[in-house]
């Protein structure tokens, strides 16, 4: 059955912009995307948004609904109340370039930072790496990422303060940090670097990263304590530190 969905869409460039108010025609089990699509198809042509697979996997779609990081694409208009007006606004961390589209070029420019997986020798004379199913487990949370950046654009610590941004990665950063520490068979340290060059200091564990994460990655007590515990025993337990490298905990 369909209904008029009351939207109001901000519209406009890194110059400036507003929200502007739309009337759209929708049907029962439509989803934020979907509306957005109707929107562009029937009133707003030129809308830009940015989207890909509509299946919660790409991580393009992330935008402020309602004031609250959502993937469109997985946002169904019956969260909503009858009659209640939907506010689509870009994310709010990040310059936009226009309408719901904005730059996450920071995001990629954090991670070109990470030195890359370096696996050792094997272990075996057959050649072959082997790992503890545990350590699979540990990592594999971590690699359910699908850089929407929503957590990055709740952190507060570049959210509120555009020139933290030199200074902290970020809790999708942290968790590419996480991925590549914690796997036993990586050899690169990167522990000074998350110190002093991804800033893990800055966090100050607010959870709100964890709280929006669509693939509900622990991202503060899974990968962020458990790093800022590793860079403090390097500082200042050494012995614990190379207890750490020697067996890849
Ligand atoms: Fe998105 Fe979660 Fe990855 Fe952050 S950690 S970018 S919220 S999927
Ligand atoms: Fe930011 Fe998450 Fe830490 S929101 S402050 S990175 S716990
Ligand atoms: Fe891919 Fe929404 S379009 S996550």
Not at 140 to 163: A, Y
Request: with cysteine.
């Amino acid at each position: 059955m369909g209904y008029e969905l009351a939207m109001r869409v901000w519209r406009g460039d890194a110059e400036g912009g507003g929200l502007e108010d739309f009337t759209v025609e929708v049907e029962e089990g439509m989803v934020v995307l979907d509306a957005v699509h109707r929107l562009q198809a029937t009133q707003a042509n030129d809308l830009a948004v940015r989207w890909n697979c509509k299946a919660g996997k790409c991580g393009s779609c992330s935008a402020e609904v309602n004031g609250k990081p959502r993937l469109m694409c997985m946002t169904r208009l019956n969260l909503f109340g009858p009659g209640e007006t939907i506010t689509i606004t870009p994310l709010r961390t990040f310059p936009v370039v226009r309408d719901l589209v904005t730059d996450v070029t920071y995001n990629y420019e954090k991670a070109e930072e990470v030195p890359t997986f370096a696996p050792g020798r094997p272990a075996g004379d057959d050649g072959h790496h082997r790992m503890f199913q545990e350590d699979v487990d540990r990592i594999q949370e971590f690699r359910k990422c699908i850089e929407c950046f929503m957590c990055q654009n709740v952190c507060h610590v570049i959210r509120d303060h555009e020139d933290n941004k030199q200074v902290f990665a970020g809790p999708r950063l942290m968790i590419r940090y996480a991925e590549l520490e914690m796997h036993p068979l990586d050899t690169n340290d990167r522990l000074e670097l998350l110190r002093a060059e991804a800033g893990i200091s800055y966090c100050n564990i607010t959870k709100c990263c964890t709280e929006v994460c669509p693939e509900h990655i622990k991202i503060t007590d899974n990968g962020i304590i458990p790093l800022k515990e590793r860079v403090v025993d390097a500082s200042y337990d050494p012995l614990a530190a190379l207890g750490r490298r020697l067996f890849r905990r």
